[in-house]
């Protein structure tokens, strides 16, 4: 019984298989460690499994796990510029 969902795959074969970058990826191994069902085994898994995975969690989103990181000592930004001051402040 070969096929491609029983082959464990590192994240870039994975990546290439599923459509999706090496980042959503990460997203998914983030989130699974919060959910405590990881689709993978150490830094492997097969195309089956994560699709099981993300079946069970339709609510995914990468983004919602990965953050670029920031400046050490800068705030986090909030909001755009434009957005963060009145519209008073742009009338002359």
Do not use: Q
Not at 3 to 18: V, Y
Not at 49 to 63: I, K, N, T, Y
Request: aromatic share 8%; hydrophobic share 40%.
């Amino acid at each position: 019984m070969n096929g491609p969902d029983i082959k464990l795959l590192d994240a870039t074969k994975l990546a290439r298989e599923l459509g999706v970058s090496t980042w959503v990826l990460k997203g998914i191994k983030i989130a699974a460690v919060a959910t405590g069902d990881s689709p993978f085994r150490g830094r492997f898994s097969t195309v089956a499994w994560l699709l099981d995975w993300l079946e069970r969690h339709p609510e995914f989103v990468a983004s919602h796990h990965l953050r670029y990181p920031r400046e050490a000592g800068r705030p986090a930004r909030t909001a755009y510029p434009a957005e963060s001051c009145a519209v008073s402040e742009l009338s002359p």
